[in-house]
């Protein structure tokens, strides 16, 4: 099936720091999901993208749909320690028939 | 609210039995879903359902069985064939399959097969 890369695999910032992750497949996506999960519960949509150049913003969050339709990146600006937890992009191809397709996540640590 | 309720948070069996996942939401979603999370991993898709009485085998089938009697409710089988059954195991809903509408999660239960 369709590999979604999802990098960096993990994070370690300091409070207020910018942190930025990003999704590429060698697939054409027509939708693109941010979720974010804390430990022991299930994940959360924070942002969605459904056109090509699309620019998403979420308070602190913004979110980009690749030109290319293969990639997404999501950007967290200003890191508080709630910002803590696993964020997992997940995409739609135009032959996936509804299945969706999940990153590995990217595991953010912020300290004090 | 509207939410999807899963039950129970935490769930222990034997080796060898069927144990069954309870998944409902209140929502009026269409689609529903069944995924499995393995430390590390994304989520895999072991099932999902787009109508009442219609379900389709996600990338990890195996090993597992669901119902979908009603539209609320969609739950799964863990049964003794699947060979690896300990994992956390996510169900989600969305207004539709396919529609690029977003899937909501609900809180996971937490399976131990010893």
């Known amino acids: 099936g369709q590999q979604l890369n999802q990098s960096p695999q993990s994070m370690f910032i300091q409070e207020g720091e910018d942190v930025s992750m990003n999704c590429t497949s060698s697939s054409i996506f027509n939708t693109w999901l941010w979720y974010k999960q804390d430990p022991g519960e299930g994940p959360v949509l924070l942002i969605a993208l459904y056109k090509a150049g699309e620019l998403t913003s979420n308070g602190r969050l913004t979110a980009q749909f690749g030109i290319t339709r293969k990639d997404s990146f999501l950007n967290i600006s200003a890191s508080i320690p709630s910002d803590v937890g696993i964020y997992f992009c997940a995409g739609l191809t135009t032959d996936s028939w509804g299945k969706l397709q999940f990153g590995a996540g990217t595991q953010v640590v912020v300290t004090p | 609210d509207g939410g999807i309720t899963q039950s129970p948070k935490y769930l222990f069996r034997k080796e060898g039995q069927n144990v069954t996942l309870s998944c409902e939401q209140n929502l009026n979603h269409d689609a529903m879903y069944w995924y499995r999370q393995d430390p590390g991993q994304g989520l895999r898709l072991i099932y999902y359902?787009?109508?009442?009485?219609?379900?389709q085998k996600g990338d990890i089938a195996e090993g597992y069985s669901v119902s979908r009697e009603k539209k609320e409710s969609f739950p799964l089988t863990v049964t003794s064939a699947q060979k690896n059954p300990t994992a956390f195991y996510l169900c989600a809903s969305s207004i539709g399959a396919g529609d690029g509408s977003p899937l909501h999660f609900g809180n996971g239960t937490r399976l131990t097969v010893t």
């Open positions: 359902s787009q109508i009442v009485n219609d379900f």
